[in-house]
């Protein structure tokens, strides 16, 4: 991304892949190409929990979206990380597998720059997806704090603002 390496933030896709094999859900991993999933190291952090470690090798091997069935699948979440502000926006495999799971009643959910999967998406009437829903993403000023707003493809809430009514967003507070 404009020379800085991107990849997918561990923990957004950690926690929530923790928390529904724990409650019994099967959860499938699949990235934009398929094979190893790139992370960004800034989200490694040097005491990482151990049960984020039990995570990581199931990125190394994970399938393309483009292989992904929507009938098979209750729900999808698109984590994120800045890779996901580079290869979602444009991929016609987001957008089907998004308009497809909404149209079934099925859940449709993002994380952080994962929202960035939904903002180009239009339905066969030319509407966006997102218009009339309630979004929130990564921030304008998150993306100062982190020095990358100069180097994203475009700011997240940005663009969700223009097609959104209900950008959600609260005060930026640093992590101590």
Same mark, same amino acid.
């Given at each position: 991304?404009?020379?800085?390496?991107?990849?997918?933030?561990?923990e %957004?896709?950690a926690?929530?892949y923790?928390?529904?094999?724990?409650?019994?859900?099967?959860?499938?991993?699949v +990235?934009?190409?398929?094979?190893?999933?790139?992370?960004d190291?800034? +989200?490694?952090?040097?005491?990482?929990?151990?049960?984020?470690?039990?995570?990581?090798?199931?990125?190394?091997?994970?399938?393309?979206i483009?292989?992904?069935?929507?009938?098979?699948?209750?729900?999808i979440?698109?984590?994120?990380g800045?890779?996901?502000?580079?290869?979602?926006?444009?991929?016609?495999?987001?957008a089907?597998?998004i308009?497809?799971m909404?149209?079934?009643r099925?859940i449709?959910?993002?994380?952080c720059?994962?929202?960035?999967?939904?903002v180009?998406?239009?339905?066969e009437?030319? +509407?966006?997806f997102?218009?009339g829903?309630?979004?929130t993403g990564?921030?304008?000023e998150? %993306?100062?704090?982190?020095?990358?707003?100069?180097?994203?493809?475009?700011l997240? %809430? +940005?663009?969700?603002?223009?097609?959104?009514?209900y950008?959600?967003?609260?005060q930026?507070?640093?992590?101590?």
């Amino acid at each position: 991304m404009n020379g800085h390496p991107t990849g997918l933030w561990l923990e %957004e896709l950690a926690t929530p892949y923790i928390l529904f094999t724990l409650s019994r859900f099967n959860v499938d991993i699949v +990235s934009i190409k398929g094979g190893k999933v790139p992370l960004d190291q800034w +989200s490694i952090p040097i005491d990482i929990l151990p049960i984020f470690e039990y995570v990581k090798p199931l990125l190394q091997n994970t399938k393309p979206i483009s292989s992904v069935n929507f009938l098979n699948y209750d729900a999808i979440l698109f984590c994120g990380g800045h890779g996901a502000i580079v290869d979602f926006p444009n991929n016609p495999y987001v957008a089907n597998l998004i308009l497809n799971m909404y149209r079934n009643r099925r859940i449709v959910a993002a994380v952080c720059h994962g929202v960035a999967g939904l903002v180009n998406v239009k339905d066969e009437y030319g +509407s966006f997806f997102v218009t009339g829903k309630r979004i929130t993403g990564f921030t304008n000023e998150e %993306e100062k704090a982190v020095h990358l707003a100069d180097r994203v493809p475009f700011l997240l %809430e +940005s663009k969700l603002i223009k097609k959104v009514p209900y950008f959600m967003k609260h005060q930026f507070l640093h992590h101590m």
